[in-house]
């Protein structure tokens, strides 16, 4: 299966913990990447590999991969982490380019 | 550090050809490490991979674009195009550009564009 699995939308309250998770078959053989967007601007990379940050990227952001499931956890949310958050795989054939999830809409209350 | 930006027309009549350019900027695009990448999202909804290319002539395509599909490579400009033929007012969309690295276990878009507004229609 191609597919990745978000939930549309997550909540949390401001400086709690919160996982956003992303299910697809091909996360048992590839890792996911994380993209986060804020309105009006173009997607940032904010994790990849098994638990990997680019440069810039404050470490309350952390990735896991359990079976088919991939979590990005941002611990002690802020109010600048309020954004849509992108999973991406590749295809269960390994072929280069994305795969991308729905999206989840974070809001930090 | 490497910026990419696209260009091309906002506003594509239907049935006709949707064309666009990413220009790499500080960096060069005949790194044998990256593939070089387009990404679509259209008004309100989610991203959409349409299809990737290395310097040297790899292309990958979303099968579901496959069909109305070309991407190319120009070494001597630094550029990569886009080419969707037939387009459909559900072509409408954000167009990115980005470059992809990608590993035995991973794929990533570590660097996009701003992105182009593509509107179909007459």
């Known amino acids: 299966s191609s597919e990745l699995t978000q939930d549309p939308a997550v909540s949390v309250a401001l400086g709690q913990t919160v996982r956003i998770t992303c299910q697809g078959d091909s996360l048992r053989s590839y890792y996911a990447s994380w993209y986060q967007q804020k309105a009006g601007q173009a997607p940032v990379l904010v994790m990849y590999a098994k638990n990997s940050r680019p440069s810039g990227i404050p470490d309350r952001f952390s990735g896991s991969t359990s079976g088919n499931t991939a979590s990005l956890t941002i611990t002690g949310a802020q109010a600048e982490d309020e954004a849509d958050y992108y999973c991406d795989s590749r295809d269960s054939s390994g072929k280069h380019g994305g795969v991308f999830g729905g999206g989840t809409k974070l809001t930090v209350l | ?122």
């Open chain 2, 1 to 122: 550090q490497l910026q990419l930006q696209e260009s091309g027309p906002g506003l594509v009549r239907p049935s006709e050809t949707l064309s666009l350019t990413c220009t790499v900027f500080s960096g060069s695009i005949s790194s044998r490490t990256y593939y070089w990448g387009w990404i679509r999202q259209p008004p309100g909804k989610g991203l959409e991979w349409i299809g990737s290319i290395h310097h040297s002539g790899n292309i990958y395509y979303n099968p579901s674009l496959k069909s109305r599909l070309t991407i190319s490579v120009d070494t001597s400009n630094n550029q990569f195009s886009l080419k969707l033929s037939s387009v459909t007012a559900a072509d409408t969309a954000v167009y990115y550009c980005a470059r992809e690295v990608s590993t035995i276990t991973y794929g990533v878009f570590d660097i996009w564009g701003q992105g182009t507004m593509v509107t179909v229609s007459s």
